[in-house]
């Protein structure tokens, strides 16, 4: 799911976006990874 979530994010700013985010802003980062995640097991 780390891996779906970076490239979600690649794809909506610019490749390198979510690696820097996670670097940058770790909170934020892993609270959005979160909701991600809780986001796409509803899909399912």
Excluded: C, V
């Amino acid at each position: 799911m780390f891996e779906a979530f970076i490239e979600f994010l690649d794809q909506l700013y610019w490749i390198g976006y979510g690696l820097e985010f996670e670097e940058e802003n770790p909170k934020a980062f892993y609270q959005q990874l979160d909701k991600f995640k809780k986001q796409h097991s509803q899909k399912r």
